[in-house]
Nanobody
Framework: QVSLVESGGGLVQAGGSLRLSCTASGILLSINDMGWYRQAPGKQRELVAIATSGARTTYADSVKGRFTVSRDDAKSTVYLQMNSLEPADTAIYYC???????????WGQGTQVTVSS
């Protein structure tokens, strides 16, 4: 059974930092692209960052230079380091895996990030 569990969310003041973690079980992380997404109230879920199985990274323009995605395949964990947080970053953050054959997507349950002004 596949499980993705996010942690590290919380309440932080604008300008602060948080590090989110997503630990996977039931999948081989090294063959999966891992993504972080977020969904703010009343808005659609959007891509934040991706770390591919080939160690390439992609970021949404809104977080470039502030967020860093990394992965530790030995620990089956992907991280999202978030610096210089802004109130607009307030959302539920989800991790998603994409990979295997045939390729399948799995989602975590999400972790709340709230940035106060």
């Amino acid at each position: 059974q596949v499980s993705l569990v996010e942690s590290g969310g919380g309440l932080v003041q604008a300008g602060g930092s948080l590090r989110l973690s997503c630990t996977a079980s039931g999948i081989l992380l090294s063959i999966n692209d891992m993504g972080w997404y977020r969904q703010a109230p009343g808005k659609q879920r959007e891509l934040v960052a991706i770390a591919t199985s080939g160690a390439r990274t992609t970021y949404a323009d809104s977080v470039k230079g502030r967020f860093t995605v990394s992965r530790d395949d030995a620990k089956s964990t992907v991280y999202l380091q978030m610096n210089s947080l802004e109130p607009a970053d307030t959302a539920i953050y989800y991790c998603k895996s994409h990979g295997g054959w045939p390729p399948r997507d799995y989602w975590g349950q999400g972790t709340q990030v709230t940035v106060s002004s």
